[in-house]
């Protein structure tokens, strides 16, 4: 199914100011950085229609339930300011609503990351991101996923989401793909290392997959 990367499908409730909170953006910015070198956040004319994709969150303290995530249309920018980032004061997965502050508007696919915090405290950073070969080589490599019928940023993802916690499936894994959502792979953890790490791991398992059928 294609889709338009980008649209914001929830209900959004933002308040345009600064986010207020002391937070320190230096390891959420670095790891933002290293996934968009790696290609896996970005804006690309031959990708999406040249929309920016992929997005980055933190925990805003380690038992809030407010987070940190990188803001809507952001993907062209290798460095961004905290001024590119908003605070999800308060979601709603299952009513689809969203409240937050900040000097830019929140990721489209905030609603996704609202629904990976609410299943574990522990989990305190998120990413999301767009890599084709994780996301084609998700039977092969028996991922964890949401189903080709899911789109982003919906409810039902939210409830798909949901399930997968409440499955055994992400206590080895902690990292799904959407097949829904074309190239889509969520990856989270107790910190931005761990959740930027099952991520890179996981590139890895499935570049060695067609390097492998390329060479038979
Ligand atoms: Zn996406």
Known sequence: MKEQEGVIKYQLHHTQQPIGHPFSFTEINAWRTIVFRLGLIGQSPEKYA???????????TPDSAQF??????????????????????KADPSKNLIQSCGLCQPSSESLTHASVY???????AV???????????????KLPHTTANISYGTVEMATAVEQLFQSDELTQTSLF????????????????????????????????????CNTE
């Open 127 to 141: 990413i999301h991101t767009h890599c084709p070969e994780i996301w084609n080589h998700t039977a092969v490599l």
């Open 68 to 89: 940190i995530i990188s803001g809507t249309q952001t993907g062209h920018i290798e460095q961004l300011s905290p001024e590119h980032y908003c605070l999800i004061v």
């Open 118 to 124: 609410a299943h574990d405290s522990k989990i305190q």
């Open 177 to 212: 793909t959407m097949l829904g959502h074309e190239d889509g792979v969520v990856s989270f953890g107790r910190n931005m290392q761990e959740a930027a790490w099952e991520l890179i791991k996981y590139l890895s398992l499935a570049i060695g997959i067609e390097q492998q």
């Open 50 to 60: 040249n929309i920016g994709f992929g997005n980055i969150s933190q925990r805003l």
